[in-house]
Every structure is written in structure tokens, then in C-alpha cells.
């Protein structure tokens, strides 16, 4: 069981939390312009990498906020909790777990994003 530290409430049980997906995921800046294979980029397809990944938490049974905290897939270690709308925190210092990805899932270093990247996007190949 994970100990999530809420931004506004502190460190609470995982069970009072609902898992909002990827974080900084922007939405597209023209929706009704958008082919349905953009619309499934959109929704559908998220980056999936073994190692930290920013993500979105909701404290339902708390204080009812969204916030940000960015975990270690390989061995579920949060290593920073922030604000929803808030740079990424730089983990630059940070060392990985044996096996883990080195690099930063796409996008987590940017945001607000200077460019739409559903835009002209074809779907990405699954990770194997």
C-alpha cells in the first residue's frame, strides 16, 4: 500500500486517493479541428516508462484537490508531490533503480507545452 503525501493534506493512505493518469498532458488547443485518429492519440495513448513518470492523484476522501507526484514505477517510490499546474521538479539528482529508463517521459519537463503535440500526430507503437 502506497503512502501518497498530499500537497495540501500531508501523507495519507493510498485508499483515499483516485489515480488521474499522466500529468502535464495538454489538452489540444483545437479540439473541433481534430481527425478521430488525433482524438485516440489524444485520450488513448500515454507514455508507459519503467523508471519516474509524473502523474495526477485526486485526494477524493480528503481535501478533494488535484495534485502531482512523480513515482518510480520500478519500485513505486514517490519521489516529489506538487501542485496541479506546476513545473515538474527537477530530479536531476536522482539515481534509478536497476533496469529503470534514464530518460524523462515526453513532456514532463515542459509546461505549460509551446506546441500541441496531438497536432499532425500519428499514433506511437506500443512499448514491447
Known amino acids: 500500500m502506497l503512502l501518497i503525501p498530499c500537497v495540501y ?6 485508499t483515499e486517493f483516485h489515480y488521474g493518469g499522466q500529468a502535464h498532458v495538454p489538452y489540444p488547443e483545437n479540439p473541433n479541428d481534430l481527425t478521430d ?4 492519440q489524444f485520450l488513448f495513448y500515454r507514455d508507459n516508462p519503467k523508471g519516474l513518470f509524473a502523474e495526477r492523484w485526486l485526494h477524493r476522501t480528503g481535501c478533494r484537490q488535484w495534485f502531482n507526484v512523480v513515482r518510480d514505477t520500478v519500485t ?11 513545473r515538474q521538479p527537477d530530479l536531476s539528482g536522482f539515481t ?33
Open 96 to 128: 534509478p533503480a536497476p533496469g529503470a529508463a534514464t530518460t524523462t517521459p515526453a513532456g514532463a519537463d515542459e509546461y505549460p507545452p509551446t506546441t500541441n503535440p496531438v497536432q499532425g500526430s500519428t499514433p506511437k507503437e506500443p512499448a514491447r
Open 76 to 86: 513505486y517510490e514517490i519521489h516529489a508531490a506538487y501542485p496541479a499546474g506546476e
Open 9 to 14: 493534506c500531508g501523507p495519507r493512505d493510498e
Open 37 to 40: 485518429a488525433q482524438w485516440a
